[in-house]
Structure formats: structure tokens, C-alpha cells
């Protein structure tokens, strides 16, 4: 098909950011049509990482000084939800508080050591579904 290769992966590991936390949750409360619209996607994401076979490892995000806990809880039931009729699995980072520059991001030399600890907890979850 024009040069493009059909690729089967053993093993698909998606990891996005929170950005879909301030659609869902507006002003304290859920916002219904937009949760509904982020739960197709995610299962639609998860059922084309999972099609071929995949095992599938979805990373959610960690929790950012500028998320309320109600924004962060809701973000991971829509997950939960969207991935329970899927074989992708659902690993939580809500135990990481990125609280550098900006509070989100691992990406001040404060947040340095967090990140290695993000990245080694996740890198094991990984390795875990290999073996």
C-alpha cells in the first residue's frame, strides 16, 4: 500500500498526558458528553494497540500540582471504564506529584530524581509483561 509496512508489535505501551482532565471536569463538576467522547476514544485506541495480538500497557498519568484530586479521580475512572473491555492493562502514576516549574512536567532539575523514579517504576512494568 504505497510503501507502508504493516507492523505487529509484540507489546504497545501508551502513555499520554492529562490534557483531557480539563474537558472532562469543568468548573467541579463532570462534564458528561466529554467523558463519554474521551472513554470511545481511549477504547478505540486500545482496541487498535490490541487487534494484532499486542499485549497492551497503558500508562496513566502522574498527578500535577495544578490537578484537583476530583480531576484526577475522575480522569482515571474514565480510563478504568474505557479500558475494562479491552486486554490492555492500566497501570496508575497517580502516586508521582510532578511540583516542578510548572507543576506538571518532570522537566526542572528538581523533578529529576521523581522522573528516574517514574521512568524505572514503569520501565519494571514493562519488563514484567515480557516475561
Known amino acids: 500500500r504505497g510503501g507502508a509496512t504493516i507492523i505487529k508489535p509484540d ?3 501508551i ?8 474537558a472532562i471536569v ?11 467522547q474521551r472513554l470511545e476514544h ?7 494497540a ?7 500497557l497503558w500508562i496513566g498519568p502522574p498527578h500535577g500540582k495544578t490537578k484537583t484530586d476530583f480531576e484526577q479521580e475522575t480522569l482515571y475512572k474514565m480510563l478504568s471504564e ?4 479491552t486486554s490492555c492493562e492500566l497501570v496508575s502514576s497517580n502516586h508521582y ?4 516549574c510548572d507543576g506538571v512536567h518532570f522537566n526542572c532539575r528538581d523533578e529529576f530524581d521523581n522522573a528516574k523514579k517514574w ?3 514503569m520501565s519494571q512494568k514493562i519488563k514484567a509483561l515480557i516475561d
Do not use: Y
Not at 42 to 48: E, F, S, T, V
Not at 82 to 85: D, F, T
Open 15 to 22: 502513555e499520554l498526558g492529562a490534557n483531557d482532565r480539563r
Open 11 to 13: 507489546i504497545v505501551v
Open 42 to 48: 481511549a477504547k478505540r485506541l486500545a482496541n487498535i
Open 119 to 121: 521512568a524505572n517504576e
Open 97 to 100: 506529584k510532578a511540583m516542578g
Open 82 to 85: 474505557a479500558l475494562q473491555s
Open 50 to 56: 490490541t487487534q494484532s495480538g499486542a499485549k497492551c
Open 26 to 36: 469543568q468548573n467541579d463538576q463532570v462534564n458528561h458528553r466529554a467523558f463519554d
